[in-house]
Structures are given as C-alpha cells and as structure tokens.
C-alpha cells in the first residue's frame, strides 16, 4: 500500500470548498496521477457551523491554523486564508518549522514576505508552491518554471485582476461611466472586501512582482511595482481610445531593461484586435515571451471556485509525486535583488487634452512636445459646444520623464484647459 499524501486546509471559503470538492470526486484519477492516495486529514476554518456546501465531517477540526500546521498527521499545509500577515502568515511559518511543505493561494503574502519565507522553506528542506496565488486557474507559474525553462525571458505582461477587467469592459459596452459599473461590480460580489485591492492596482501587482521573481530570477520586490488602479479611467477616454483603434486595460507588464527590473501594472492602451485587446468581462490572460520559444499566450478563469482550486491541486500533485522546485524557480539565496527600472522602455503615448479654441493653440502643444524631443503620430480634433475642444494625439516613442516634461511644458502654455490625460500604449 503506497503512503498517502496527507493534506491540511486551512481556509475554508470559495476555494478551500473547491479542493474539497475535487478531492472528494477525483480521488481514483488523482491517486493514479500522483501515484499515491491524496487525502485530507484535517481542516481549519474561522467557524465551525457554517454549512459550507461540502461534508466535512471525515476531517479531523482545528479552530488554530497553527495547530492544523503543525499536526503530525499533515504533510501539506495547503493554506487558503489570504492576508499578508496574521494567521496566514504565521500558520505557514509554523509548518515550515514542523517540516511541512506548504501550498498556498496567497498573492499578498508572498509579495511582501516571499523572499523570507523562500529561505526559511529551503533550510527547513520544504517547498511552497503558489500557481493558485497568479491569474487563478491559469498555470503560469509552472509554464514559466517547467514549460519554458529553456528561455531567458523577455518579457510578462498580463491583465491579471478579472474584477478590473470587468469593469473596464462593462464601461465600454454599456456607456455607464466608473462608478456606475464600480456598484454594478460591488452588487455582483466581485470585488474584494478592500476594493481598493482591484481597483487600486494592488492584488495585480502582487501577482506581476511573483510573475517577475520567477521569469527573471530576482528577490520579490512588490514595493519596486510601479503601481496605478483604473479609478481615473473616464468613459470618454475608453471611447476616444476605442476611435483611435485602442482598448484600456489594466495591464501588467515586467521586463528586464539595462537600467534594472521594470515592473508596472497601470491603465494602458493594447490594440483591439491584438488578443489582449479582445479580452472581455472577468477573465485572465499572461503573455509570455522567451527568447527561444517567441510569444504565448494563456487566457484563462482568473478566479472562482474550480480555476483556482485546480490550480492549487497542481501544486498538491506535484508534491505527491516528489517534484521539488524551489519557491521562485531558483534557490533563494540565487535570487537577485534586481535595481527598480522606472518605465524605462520607451513607448507611444495616448494624450487626451481640453485646447482653448484660439489661433496656434495646437502648435503650442505641438511645440512644448517637440521641445521635449517627442514626435506625433496621430493627432484627432473633436467638435465642441463651448469654448475649449477636445484634442486626441498618439506620440511616437518617448521615455515618461520626456512626456513629463512635455506635460509640464502644456501649463506654460496657457492654451490647455485642465489636466491633461496620458496612457501609455503597450505594443503586444
Ligand atoms: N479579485 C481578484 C480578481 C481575484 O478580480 O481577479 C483574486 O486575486
């Protein structure tokens, strides 16, 4: 009789009751995958009572997570709490301790503790895997670590937060305007309890930093994350964008530059009919380009009961069949700690600017942007009511700081309205 892999839940919400599930309905299929029986022992949750949709009751309970952690009829911790600190955090420090290996879906706590926790892990003789942790059911992290471990790569680049997506979206097809579909989102539950977490940038920054780690083997640097929501994304700027033959999408990119790691997850503009552009409502999708294989592109449920669950059963499985690899692909100790690059990679820009209505307006605003070494591309007018007009213009390739000093320059003008509106547009 072959040893089972025994497993530890701590956590159970939407996808602590998904592995559940898979477990209690594919137990022949994930033994002979795995070569072992794959069992859960016990499971921990914050109460006891709460009818959860799935029987439970041939699992030992623990109200403590550390308790659960430490037990010493668990292999695997498979921790599926959330929050950077606290009970997570200390629950997978503690089985790190007790010689468990670890699987978790927790994007904020390896963000801010991965490189910590790598190293505590790697002298315990453990491992923790986290596939569930980046873009839900799509297996990135092992793409990049398996599948294309053949490749210096390149580039990642992902729209990584289907909340955001869904939004941006929903804007677009409806006409409503930000806070209109920011309820819509809220009433259908799909934002977090802290919605700034999806609005803001942040659980998309937290996958893109893991994403980074291990395509480009350096320390997490969440804080190195040049980070911006979708909260200033105006309807007229989702219309003028789609005119102009562009969608906005909340999109990470990380690249490795001369000048260090370039990490941003901000508002940019992909065309629309590139695959990143035609990507509605709440799904995922990575981009990955290594120097051998070229581009691929995986698209995928980001979220949910069944993605994410089947994401975290492929980290279990790969436990029970003794595949170890290190947290972020390489020993810990081996990981750089990578200079921050500030949008380094030049790029065109999207301007959108409010111009008073008088003679040499525009050449003013071209002026101020040929000064600072920018050239445009394209450049729209609108018709307008009142005395200022609405005027589009796509750049060439500039740096941020030359678009900086542009946008400074607009003031001095004195024909420019407001402030005006620039997105970077992302060639994918
Ligand atoms: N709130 C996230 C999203 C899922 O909307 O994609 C959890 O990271």
Redesign the pocket.
């Known amino acids: 009789m072959t040893t089972p892999l025994r497993l530890g839940i701590a956590g159970l919400g939407t996808v602590g009751i998904g592995v559940v599930k898979i477990i209690q309905a594919h137990g022949d299929l994930l033994a002979a995958r795995s070569g072992r029986p794959v069992v859960i022992t016990a499971v921990s949750a914050r109460s006891r009572d709460k009818d959860r949709g799935a029987d439970l009751s041939a699992y030992a309970w623990e109200d403590d997570p550390v308790a659960l952690a430490t037990r010493d009829d668990v292999d695997v911790f498979v921790e599926l709490m959330g929050g950077a600190e606290g009970p997570a955090k200390d629950a997978t420090q503690a089985a790190i301790a007790a010689g468990k290996d670890v699987v978790t879906a927790n994007?904020a706590m390896l963000a801010l503790h991965g490189q910590d926790l790598a190293e505590q892990a790697e002298a315990a003789d453990v491992v923790i895997r986290f596939e569930a942790a980046v873009a839900?059911g799509i297996p990135v992290v092992k793409a990049l670590t398996e599948g294309l471990a053949g490749n210096a790569i390149r580039r990642v680049m992902g729209v990584?937060?289907?909340?955001?997506n869904?939004i941006l979206t929903r804007m677009e097809s409806s006409g409503l305007p930000y806070a209109d579909v920011f309820e819509e989102a809220n009433q259908l539950g799909?934002?977090?309890a802290d919605p700034t977490?999806?609005v803001g940038g942040i659980?998309?920054g937290h996958?893109l930093s893991l994403l980074a780690s291990v395509a480009f083997g350096t320390r997490v640097a969440f804080d190195a994350v040049e980070l911006e929501g979708i909260e200033r994304i105006s309807i007229q700027d989702i219309r003028h964008a789609a005119d102009m033959g562009f969608k906005i999408k909340l999109l990470g990119v990380a690249q490795m530059t001369g000048r260090g790691l370039e990490q941003r997850m901000s508002p940019c503009l992909v065309p629309d009919t590139s695959p990143l552009g035609q990507l509605d409502g709440?799904t995922?999708m990575v981009v990955l380009e290594g120097d051998s294989v070229g581009q691929i592109v995986l698209r995928g449920a980001?979220?949910g009961e069944g993605p994410t669950a089947s994401a975290v059963m492929s980290d279990v499985i790969d436990i029970a069949r003794g595949i170890r690899v290190p947290t972020f692909g390489v020993p810990a100790a081996q990981l750089e700690p990578a200079p921050p690059a500030k949008a380094a990679v030049p790029a065109p820009y999207y301007l959108r600017m409010r111009l008073f209505d008088k003679p040499g307006a525009l050449a003013k605003v071209a002026a101020a942007l040929g000064e600072a070494g920018i050239s445009i591309d394209r450049m729209r007018q609108y018709g307008h009511s009142n005395e200022t007009a609405p005027v589009l213009i796509v750049t060439h390739k500039t740096t941020r700081d030359a678009l900086d000093h542009a946008m400074a320059g607009f003031a001095a003008t004195g024909v420019v309205e407001g402030e005006p509106v620039a997105i970077r547009i992302e060639e994918v």
Do not use: P, R, S, V
């Not at 990584?160 to 955001?164: A, I, L, V």
């Open positions: 994007k839900g990584m937060n289907g909340t955001c869904y799909y934002l977090e977490l999806d659980d998309a996958k709440g995922n980001g979220a």
